[in-house]
């Protein structure tokens, strides 16, 4: 299960938290690590430093540009966030997510993402709109901001206690869904095909978005769509864009 | 009471684990550390650069020579420890800690000690049997050396869990949406809709219906669709009939 989990942290500017984050990860038995558009160089001797035994983590990561291509395979991604903006978005508790994930992880495809934002400014709205649920670490509310690698190290812990509490609780991974999720890349192909179709029909503008996409991506990801349904949404989005064609 | 939770760090070497424990401390709520013979100078521009805002925590802690001066008036003191040596211990999980916490400290006189050893050789056998019991935080058998301060904000992490979760604050109302939910008859309108809609465009045919919309509609109600998601589904569905109606 613990292999199948993938760290994904984005904008990082400081490669001491790098560091930090692969020996909190190889502490609790995770190993995927994947760094979007790093702000730093990933690997310095700080990293080494804090890595202190575990820099094979960060040798082994994957470096890419964008967090569609760090989670394009995952079936479930939660970004770490503070308490939601503008548009509130499924909040879990670090605990509520951890209890999830045997049933998440049960199928042997199944891919679980978690997204770290930058130290200074966190994640932007648009990448936690590309998550299907955020998850918040209950903190002082007059010092929230917690170190990056120490984010990762609570999250890595319950990671762990979840893992752990299943070794001793077999049986579980009855609960799977029967059906293959889709996964990140599938989704956002499917609000892009979504979006082009909203067009073509006249009821949106990406010149006055009022947050349409933002709320149909929260609709979508609440009910973490089957492969099969999105299949099914995207042929009515083709047969809906015929029409919308053949008039103009 | 997390006011009577103290943290005690004994023989720390490096300042910037000090400023990383008062960090994970505020952000945690806690606010007593103990220093006891501190192999460095504890206030450092390392320490201030990882406190990163909460150094008055390292400005007000005591600093004593021995762990007996730094627990005298506690009333549970809990070292961390990797599994038991020579003479077997109690060992207690971090959480099964935690769940105790608010019983142990229940009056107000009581005062809990969270011990926590040199980076190098952890506690002396002779601190770990002063201790009523000893805490293990599960890793991976490979690599089990927490770095000091995350140590610690795993910690206090469970400490805070165990006060929010006494408080009973509805912290735990997760998934649950801010707005209202569709009624079943707004459901049925739109399922009708839906389907009218589909036929419309030419995507699904009644006589055969291959299961099309009992598929959207275990896929809508899984997600329980607020009031205001529906109504912008259904505007987008009347938008896509207009463009099927001018077209036959």
């Known amino acids: 299960m613990l292999e199948r989990i993938r760290i994904v ?3 990082t500017s ?7 984050t692969a020996r909190a990860m190889h502490n609790m038995g995770l190993a995927d690590l994947a760094l979007v558009a790093p702000r730093c160089e990933p690997l310095t001797a700080d990293t080494v430093s804090r890595a202190s035994g575990a820099d094979h983590i960060v040798h082994g990561a994957q470096t890419v540009e964008t967090l ?3 989670a394009s395979d995952c ?3 939660v970004g770490a966030s ?3 903006r503008t548009l509130p978005w499924p909040m879990i508790t670090p605990r509520a997510l951890a209890d999830r994930l045997p049933t998440e992880l049960a199928s042997s495809e199944a891919r679980v993402a978690l997204v770290f934002g930058r130290e200074d400014s966190g994640l932007s709205n648009a990448e936690l709109q ?3 649920a955020h998850v918040h670490i209950p903190t002082n509310p007059d010092f929230s901001s917690l170190n990056l690698a120490a984010a990762v190290q609570v999250l890595a812990y319950e990671c762990r206690q979840a893992w752990l ?3 001793e609780m077999p049986g579980e991974a009855d609960m799977a869904p029967a059906q293959p999720l889709a996964s990140h890349q599938e989704l956002e192909n499917y609000f892009e095909h979504l979006e082009r179709t909203l067009v073509a029909i006249g009821f949106h503008d990406p010149a006055t978005p009022r947050q349409l996409m933002a709320r149909l991506r929260r609709f979508t990801l609440r ?3 089957e492969r099969m349904e999105l299949n099914i949404l995207r042929g009515i989005l083709t047969a809906t864009e015929q029409h919308a064609e053949r008039r103009d």
Chains 1, 2 share one sequence.
């Open 223 to 225: 009910a973490r769509p």
């Open 75 to 77: 079936t479930l991604v």
């Open 165 to 167: 509490a299943q070794q």
């Open 82 to 84: 503070a308490r939601s």
């Open 68 to 70: 569609e291509q760090a």
């Open 130 to 132: 590309r998550c299907h």
């Open 9 to 11: 942290l984005i904008g």
């Open 14 to 20: 400081h490669p001491g938290n790098i560091g930090g």
